[in-house]
C-alpha cells in the first residue's frame, strides 16, 4: 500500500469550514462542513449526489459531532493491488483513492475516502475508557425524489431475506424499515447503492425514511431480555437504552455510498471488500472453495435406489458417491443429523463415523448443519467434535439478529473454526460486511431470499433474480443455492415444500452458477434428479466457484444480465432475463485473439416459454471473433463453457 501525504483543501462559509476530498479521476468531490453540526455531502460530474447530511455518534454523555473542533487534517493517496485469498470477483483488486483524515479536539476524528466508484466515511474515538454508543446519526439528503428498491423489513429481528418494493424516498415513512444493501435509482445521474463494511463490535446498518427526500441509518439497540421458545425461537422481548458498549479507541464501520454510471458497474464494485480489515488468518493453504451437494432443499428425495431414503447413513452415502462421480468437493448434511438441542447426540439412523470414512474414501468434504444458539452452548465439547471427526466445515444457521451482541458472535465462530481449520457458512444471516475478507474461511452467507423460497412462496420471481446481483451481491457472496430440475413458468408454478420446482427456465438456474458469486455453491436439487440430467451435470460440475477476471457484458437492474467469468484458461458465460423474452448478444470478442475454443452453450428451447425445463446444448468450435443473438424465454436464461483447444 501507497500513501502520499498531500496538502488539505478547505473553504470557509459564515457558519463552518468545508473540507474536501476528491476522487482519482476527479469525478466525486466528497465533502465534510465542520460546524455547529458536522455535515457531509458529496457531487458527480458536477452534479449533486448527496445534499449536506448531518453525522453524529451520540455517546451516553456527549454528542460526538455537535460544535466539534478540528485539531488537525490529514490527507492522503492510497494506491495498491489487493490479492483476495478467495478470489470471489477476480485476482486482484485495485484499491485506488484519497482520503481525508479529520481530527477533532473532543477526542475522535473522521475518515473521509473518495474512490471513482464511490465515497465512504467512518467514525474513529480515542478514549482511554470504554464508551457507551446510545446512536449513531446519519440523515441522508437527496437531491430528488429519487426511486429505491427498498428491502422491507418489519423489525430488526430478521434474516434479512427480502423482497424488493420499488418507490420514491417521498413514500417512505418514518415507521418503514430498510436492510442493507439499499439501491437508489435516481431519474437523473447515476445509480447509488449504501452499504456498510468492516462491522466489528458494533451492531449493523439499516436505513428508515425520515420525510421528504431523505433516509436515517438506525442500528438495533443491545438486547437486554431474550426468550426461549425453541432451539433458534428467541425473541427479544427487552432492549437496553443503548446499541454498543465498546472500547473508547477503535474505529467504526465504513459507510459506503457506491456510485455507478451504468448498471454494470455495480456488479464488480469492490468497495465492501477493499475497505474491509485484511485478513486475520496466517497460513490460509487449507481454504478450499468448491461446491455442495445439498439434502436439505430437494427433502432426500431420491429415487430408484435400493434403500430408504432420509435422514440416515445410506442415504449420505449416496450423496457422497454422487458428488464422487461429478467431481462435486462436498456434501452438506443439513438439519436432522443432531437430536435438536444437542449436537452432541447423533441421531440413531446416522453411523457418523462409517459416513466420514466414506467421505475420506471418495476424496469428499462433508460440512454439518448446526442451530447457532446450540452451537454457542455447547462451543468447546462442539468444536472438539468437529475436528476429531475430521469435518470440512459448518453450516449455522437462524442467527437472524445484528446486533452488536450477535455480530461478535459471528466473529467468534469465524476465528474458532479457522483454529480448526473449518470452513463457514453462515445462514439465516445478515448480509456480509467484512468478515469474509478479516476470515476468508467464512465464504458465503445468506442474507438473501434465495432458492429455499421455491418451497413455500410466489413471490421469488425471476425480476427478483436481477435485483440482488446489483444489491444484496455487491455487499459479499451469497448463498442463494441454485440448480433446480423442475423449472415451471409462471403458469405453472407452485411452491410445493417436499419437491420443489423453480420460476423460470432450466437455463435461468445454470446461469445462476457464472452470475452469483458465492464459493461455497449448493447444488440445491437431488441427486437422482441430477443423474437424468447428464447434459446439465457436464456444466454443473465443471463450472468454478471462484474467479479470476469478470467481465459485465450487459446489464439493468430488475431486468437482466449478462456476463462472462475466467478460471484459468477456461470462461464461462451467464445471461438471465425477467418475465420478458429478449434477444441477447454473445460477443466473444474479450477472448485472446490467438486461441480457439470448444464452446459448450446451454440456451432455452423453442418451449421454453411454455415449459421451463426445455432447452438445447450445441458445441462448435469458436473464437473471439464468435458473434451471435441468442433468444431467450420469459424467465430465461443462457449459460456458457468455453475450453481452450489443445
Known amino acids: 500500500m501507497v500513501f502520499i501525504w498531500l496538502p488539505f483543501l478547505v473553504a470557509s462559509q459564515d457558519n463552518g469550514k468545508i473540507y474536501s476530498v476528491v476522487s482519482p479521476d476527479k469525478g466525486i468531490i466528497f465533502n465534510l462542513k465542520v460546524g455547529m453540526q458536522l455535515q457531509i455531502s458529496a457531487s458527480f460530474e458536477g452534479q449533486v449526489l448527496l445534499e449536506p447530511s448531518i453525522l453524529a455518534m451520540n455517546l451516553s454523555d456527549r454528542v460526538l459531532g455537535e460544535n466539534a473542533e478540528v485539531e488537525n487534517i490529514e490527507k492522503a493517496s492510497i494506491s495498491e493491488i489487493i490479492h483476495p485469498i478467495v478470489k470471489i470477483k477476480e485476482a486482484e483488486i485495485s484499491n485506488n483513492c484519497n482520503e481525508l483524515r479529520v481530527h477533532f479536539k473532543q477526542g475522535f476524528y473522521l475518515v473521509l475516502r473518495a474512490y471513482n466508484e464511490g465515497f465512504a466515511y467512518r467514525f474513529g474515538t480515542q478514549y482511554d475508557e470504554s464508551i457507551t454508543i446510545l446512536s449513531e446519526t446519519g440523515d441522508y439528503r437527496f437531491p430528488e425524489n429519487h426511486m429505491v428498491w427498498w428491502g422491507k423489513e418489519t423489525q430488526f429481528q430478521s434474516h434479512n431475506q427480502v423482497f424488493y418494493d420499488y418507490q420514491s424516498l417521498r413514500n417512505i415513512e418514518a415507521t418503514d424499515l430498510a436492510s442493507l444493501p439499499l439501491i437508489i435509482n435516481p431519474m437523473h445521474g447515476p445509480k447509488i447503492v449504501i452499504t456498510e463494511t468492516d462491522l466489528i463490535d458494533y451492531p449493523g446498518m439499516w436505513i428508515q425514511g425520515s420525510g421528504a427526500n431523505t ?189 452488536q451482541e450477535m455480530v461478535n458472535f459471528y466473529y467468534k465462530i469465524a476465528e474458532k473454526a479457522a483454529e480448526n481449520k473449518l470452513l463457514v457458512d453462515f445462514h439465516g444471516s445478515h448480509k456480509p460486511a467484512g468478515i469474509h475478507r478479516m476470515f476468508p474461511n467464512v465464504l458465503t452467507m445468506e442474507g438473501v431470499n434465495g432458492g429455499e423460497e421455491f418451497k413455500w412462496s410466489m413471490h421469488q420471481t425471476p425480476e427478483h433474480d436481477l435485483i440482488i446481483p446489483f444489491g444484496r451481491m455487491l455487499a459479499g457472496p451469497m448463498d442463494y443455492t441454485p440448480g433446480a430440475m423442475i423449472n415451471a413458468q409462471q403458469k405453472d408454478y407452485s411452491p410445493i415444500f417436499d419437491t420443489p420446482m423453480s420460476m423460470g427456465t432450466r437455463c435461468h438456474q445454470l446461469a445462476m452458477f457464472v452470475c452469483y458469486e458465492s464459493p461455497l455453491q449448493m447444488l440445491c436439487d437431488s441427486p437422482s434428479r441430477y443423474y437424468k440430467e447428464p447434459e446439465c451435470m457436464e456444466f454443473m460440475s465443471a463450472v468454478p466457484s471462484v474467479w479470476d477476471e469478470t467481465i ?94 489443445n
Open 215 to 403: 433516509i436515517s441509518r438506525v442500528s438495533p439497540k443491545y438486547p437486554k431480555t431474550i426468550g426461549a421458545l425453541s432451539d433458534r425461537n428467541l425473541p427479544i422481548y427487552e432492549r437496553e437504552n443503548f446499541i454498543a458498549k465498546t472500547k473508547g479507541s477503535r474505529t467504526f464501520p465504513w459507510r459506503i455510498f457506491v456510485v455507478a454510471s451504468d448498471d454494470a458497474d455495480l456488479i464488480n464494485n469492490q468497495l465492501p471488500f477493499v475497505l474491509a480489515s485484511s485478513s486475520q488468518i496466517k497460513d490460509p493453504s487449507w481454504i478450499q472453495p468448491g461446491k455442495v451437494s445439498w439434502d436439505w432443499w430437494n427433502a432426500n428425495n431420491l429415487f430408484g435406489v435400493d434403500f430408504k431414503a432420509g435422514v440416515n447413513t445410506a442415504t449420505y452415502k449416496y450423496y457422497i458417491e454422487f458428488a464422487s462421480n461429478f467431481g462435486i468437493e462436498n456434501i452438506l448434511l443439513d438439519e436432522g443429523w443432531y437430536t435438536l438441542g444437542d449436537l452432541s447426540k447423533v441421531v440413531p439412523e446416522i453411523n457418523m463415523v462409517e459416513i466420514l470414512d466414506y467421505a475420506k474414501q471418495k476424496g469428499v468434504g462433508v460440512i454439518l448443519w448446526c442451530v447457532w444458539k446450540t452451537l454457542d452452548e455447547q462451543f468447546e465439547t462442539a468444536f472438539k467434535q468437529f475436528k476429531d471427526w475430521g469435518i470440512k466445515g459448518i453450516k449455522v444457521d437462524f442467527m437472524n439478529r445484528d446486533d
Open 552 to 645: 459485465v457484458l450487459a446489464a439493468e437492474i430488475s431486468n437482466y444480465l449478462l456476463l462472462a467469468r475466467r478460471n484459468g484458461n477456461e470462461w464461462y458465460v451467464g445471461g438471465m432475463t425477467d418475465w420478458n423474452s429478449r434477444a441477447m448478444e454473445i460477443n466473444l470478442s474479450f477472448l485472446p485473439k490467438d486461441t480457439k475454443y470448444t464452446m459448450t452453450l446451454y440456451q432455452d428451447g423453442l418451449n421454453a416459454d411454455r415449459i421451463g425445463i426445455d432447452y438445447k446444448q450445441s458445441k462448435l468450435i469458436v473464437d473471439h471473433s464468435f458473434k451471435k443473438s441468442i433468444h431467450l424465454a420469459k424467465g430465461g436464461g443462457v449459460a456458457l463453457r468455453l475450453v481452450p483447444v
